[in-house]
């Protein structure tokens, strides 16, 4: 659905932003998928035995975008659905109808975005989360849709990227995860933009680029002294 490649390159290459490969897909995103989700919080479904039960319908009708170091190793991801309807993304069930949507206009979610722990708290997410917006608007998406848990830093967050509350109070479940915490539903509507907009977002995504790369260095420096 999108072409495979670099998006941003940092830290001499040691850093990049790029969109995943099926390969990339199975072998990395799906195990990190299951050591977060599964693992650490504990919000995959009795179901879910091995990586390979986090692959689901929506991986088929996304573009996965993935923060690696060098080795070539993940370490943050998120994906981008598309699909005709709301009926046909994870959040679907808890989105109300929409008004005006034209025949021809396509929506999509920002779904499975997370960041390997030692990693956390760089700016890693809200890479992935912007660089999932720009995408969307690259694709010509009409509206962009993400549940999060209900909490005022992820309002504070989404509503800074004017992203829209359009539910809330309900218990997410996509048939793979079921957070046992309250989530709401946001969406932001790519046709009422302001005109710098896109721009904006993209000078934002540079340099939190490279304060991300940064903060990783300092990461892996940290860890190699403490071997």
């Given at each position: 659905m999108?072409?495979?490649?670099?998006?941003?390159?940092?830290?001499?290459?040691?850093?990049?932003?790029?969109?995943?490969?099926?390969?990339?897909?199975?072998?990395?995103?799906?195990?990190?998928?299951?050591?977060i989700?599964?693992?650490?919080?504990?919000?995959?479904?009795?179901?879910?035995?091995?990586?390979?039960?986090?692959?689901?319908?929506f991986?088929?009708?996304?573009?996965?975008?993935?923060l690696?170091?060098?080795?070539?190793r993940?370490?943050?991801?998120v994906?981008?659905?598309e699909?005709a309807?709301?009926?046909g993304?994870?959040?679907?069930a808890?989105?109300p109808?929409?008004?005006?949507?034209?025949?021809d206009?396509?929506?999509?979610?920002?779904?499975r975005?997370?960041?390997?722990?030692?990693?956390?708290?760089?700016?890693?997410?809200?890479?992935?989360?912007?660089?999932?917006?720009?995408?969307?608007?690259?694709r010509?998406l009409?509206?962009?849709f993400?549940?999060?848990?209900?909490?005022?830093?992820?309002?504070?967050?989404?509503?800074?990227?004017?992203?829209?509350v359009?539910?809330?109070?309900?218990?997410?479940?996509d048939?793979?995860?079921?957070?046992?915490v309250?989530?709401a539903c946001?969406?932001l509507?790519l046709?009422?933009?302001r005109?710098?907009?896109?721009?904006?977002l993209?000078?934002?995504?540079?340099e939190?680029?490279?304060?991300?790369?940064?903060?990783?260095?300092?990461?892996?420096?940290q860890?190699s002294?403490?071997t």
């Amino acid at each position: 659905m999108a072409e495979l490649g670099v998006i941003l390159s940092g830290s001499e290459g040691a850093v990049t932003l790029e969109t995943l490969s099926d390969r990339e897909l199975r072998d990395q995103y799906l195990p990190l998928r299951y050591q977060i989700y599964h693992q650490e919080f504990g919000y995959s479904l009795e179901s879910v035995k091995s990586p390979a039960d986090f692959w689901d319908r929506f991986d088929a009708a996304s573009v996965s975008l993935g923060l690696f170091v060098a080795p070539r190793r993940l370490i943050g991801a998120v994906r981008v659905i598309e699909a005709a309807s709301t009926s046909g993304l994870p959040s679907g069930a808890n989105i109300p109808p929409l008004s005006n949507q034209k025949p021809d206009e396509r929506v999509g979610e920002l779904s499975r975005g997370m960041v390997a722990k030692p990693y956390r708290g760089q700016g890693i997410f809200t890479v992935l989360f912007v660089s999932g917006i720009i995408l969307a608007q690259e694709r010509g998406l009409s509206r962009v849709f993400a549940s999060e848990a209900d909490r005022p830093a992820y309002r504070e967050f989404l509503g800074q990227l004017d992203f829209q509350v359009v539910n809330s109070d309900f218990l997410f479940s996509d048939g793979v995860i079921a957070p046992p915490v309250r989530s709401a539903c946001f969406c932001l509507d790519l046709t009422r933009l302001r005109a710098s907009y896109v721009d904006d977002l993209n000078g934002r995504r540079e340099e939190l680029f490279k304060s991300a790369c940064l903060g990783i260095r300092e990461v892996q420096e940290q860890a190699s002294h403490s071997t």
